[in-house]
């Protein structure tokens, strides 16, 4: 069965689990300044800052979303983890040492650092809250999907222990022990992602690949209906266990004769020979009647050089029609732009002591990522042959293909991953905390407080935080957490990365620019977002055609906007003070 648990699988996640919270409170001593809570008083090692780096940007969409998204779809899952790598080149190379010099606490300090304009820090500081919710959503989504294989727990069980065990890690300590988790899982995640990659290239591929002990292969045609309900093969199911593994490897290349198997495989050999193959996947559609709505999954035989070229899931790398065209180029162009523009990865540029320790960081996040991203590949396509897939849930592709090698891989990669949940929560929670305590609250607002108050009402914050997450996050159940991060890049890349690269290189940038950049930019991407076929579809229940905007990813549309409304307005106010030096030259915000 797919989703039965051990005891040895339990044990093992609880180790992880207690292991982390209890570091946070034994680090909680360090934390009771603001700048120890909430910049770990700048004192990280930038080589534990670039591993914690990897372990706050390696999220659920990173391990559970790129592994099911290429274990469903082949190729075009891969495309995420490609411009999600690619961002770090604008955060090397354009962020990483202006962002140090300018901030202290939050992102909101960066843009503010040459206006002291309540605007900046209030348009900021919900841009923050926004982007910082989004990205919460698949968080919770994957640690939702994960305690149900795992712990025998609903759903929203998991959702919960990740809300209360994240909002604990913070309000213990928050960006130091934040820190130590996030370097902690970013160093285990890698590893066994490796050992989980080295045990798919030792297995190869196997026709009919299917976990011990499940001799019936039969494909199945399932079915879920609205109101949850489970048909396999027409009969109901009596428990979501009665859907067993299936074969997902239909046949060979001829050179392997009569043999099942291929042995072990070197991985380009690995690569070569899928491409060869002949794949199961699970092809699903939707249908309506009068009886609701209802989607069947049915087994399809394809070729695995299919899989293997783009255009499976990105309609607009195989289609001739423009709107595919547009939303494709639209989200990479979101991704490529998005990172850079987290407020979660730009705190964390506030834990190092200089701008050369924020470089080597930056450097060593991006041999991490990029290492893992790597892996993702090989972690997607095993789960696709693995004969191990719940055709329901892309998310668990990665946790189940441990479960095709063991229990006790199986619960060392579950509790890594939940571990990456929660190291990448407690950095979100860390940055929304931070926008509600320092920039509205003291900033904003005027609240004059003492060091002490500073971190009691940002601890306030990070519970109110943690419980819009636990709700969210069950809410979104359904959907792939890739696809809900995008969301997040979009946001963060229309109403942050404008105003940051216009301040950092055009001296003529000025405060009500900024502001309103952030502004247009938040409201039209989430207006966007909200507005599209997606959303109509698998938020609202409407028809994608009721949908008034072109496509629905709309970062094309929406990042262009936040640069000129800035320059326009910028060019309509009066110029910063400084931006003029005694001869009428122009000098640089930064150096000058």
């Known amino acids: 069965m797919l989703y039965d648990s051990s005891p040895v699988a339990i044990a093992i996640f609880a180790c992880f689990v207690l292991g982390v919270v209890g570091l946070s409170f034994w680090l909680g001593r360090k934390g009771q300044s603001a700048k120890g809570y909430y910049a770990a008083h700048g004192e990280i090692h930038w080589f534990v800052n670039g591993i914690a780096f990897a372990g706050d940007y390696l999220s659920a969409a990173s391990f559970l979303g790129i592994c099911g998204m290429i274990a469903f779809y082949g190729y075009d899952g891969f495309l995420y983890s490609i411009g999600f790598l690619a961002g770090w080149i604008v955060a090397l190379f354009v962020i990483a040492e202006p962002i140090k010099a300018l901030g202290k606490f939050t992102f909101a300090d960066a843009l503010d650092a040459r206006f002291n304009s309540r605007g900046i820090k209030l348009a900021v500081a919900v841009s923050t809250l926004v982007v910082s919710i989004f990205y919460l959503i698949p968080q919770m989504v994957g640690a939702g999907h994960l305690i149900v294989p795992l712990l025998g727990l609903p759903y929203a069980a998991g959702v919960i222990l990740v809300g209360v065990a994240v909002t604990l890690i913070v309000v213990t300590a928050g960006m130091v022990s934040t820190t130590w988790v996030q370097f902690i899982k970013g160093s285990l995640l890698v590893f066994f992602c490796g050992i989980l990659a080295a045990l798919i290239l030792g297995r190869g591929l196997k026709v009919n690949a299917g976990r011990s002990g499940s001799e019936d292969l039969t ?3 399932l079915t879920v209906t ?3 309900r489970r048909l396999v093969n027409g009969q109901p199911q009596s428990r979501e266990n009665d859907l067993r593994p299936v074969g997902t490897i239909q046949s060979l290349p001829a050179r392997y004769g009569e043999s099942r198997t291929t042995g072990s495989l070197r991985p380009l050999e690995y690569l070569s020979t899928l491409e060869d193959s002949q794949i199961i996947t699970w092809a699903a559609k939707r249908h309506s009647d009068e009886a609701g709505s209802h989607t069947t999954y049915t087994p399809t035989v394809r070729e695995g050089k299919d899989l293997l070229k783009p255009g499976g899931y990105f309609k607009g790398l195989s289609s001739g029609t423009l709107t595919d065209r547009l939303n494709f180029a639209s989200l990479m162009l979101a991704l490529f732009c998005g990172t850079a523009s987290l407020p979660h990865i730009l705190i964390r540029y506030y834990t190092v002591k200089d701008a050369a320790a924020a470089r080597k960081s930056t450097v060593v996040g991006i041999a991490a990522i990029g290492g893992f991203y790597v892996l993702t590949l090989f972690l997607g396509l095993g789960a696709m042959t693995s004969g191990a897939l719940d055709p329901t849930s892309s998310n668990m592709a990665a946790p189940l293909l441990a479960k095709s090698f063991g229990e006790t891989l199986f619960a060392a990669i579950s509790a890594i ?6 190291g990448t929560v407690s ?6 905390s ?4 320092h920039d509205l609250v003291e900033n904003c607002c005027g609240v004059t407080m003492t060091d002490h108050e500073k971190v009691r009402t940002g601890k306030i914050a990070a519970v109110g935080l943690g419980i819009i997450a636990m709700a969210l996050g069950i809410l979104f159940k ?21 105003a940051l690269v216009m301040l950092l290189f055009w001296p003529r940038t000025t405060k009500q620019g900024i502001t309103a950049a952030v502004t247009v930019g938040m409201l039209a991407s989430l207006g966007w977002i909200l507005l599209s076929a997606d959303t109509f579809e698998k938020v609202y229940g409407l028809p994608r055609a009721d949908s008034p905007v072109p496509f629905s990813q709309p970062g094309l549309v929406t990042i262009p906007l936040g640069f000129l409304v800035l ?8 110029p910063p003070v400084d931006a003029v030096d005694r001869e009428g030259q122009m000098v640089s915000p930064v150096n000058g």
């Open 434 to 437: 931070g926008a509600v305590a």
């Open 478 to 498: 359904n959907f792939n957490v890739s696809f809900l991060v995008g969301w997040a890049f979009h946001i963060a890349a229309s109403a942050n990365l404008p």
């Open 417 to 422: 991953a939940f571990t990456t949940v929660l």
């Open 226 to 228: 609205a109101d949850g």
């Open 427 to 432: 950095g979100l929670i860390m940055a929304g």
């Open 567 to 574: 320059v326009v307005v910028s060019l309509l106010s009066p």
């Open 219 to 221: 494909p199945q045609v």
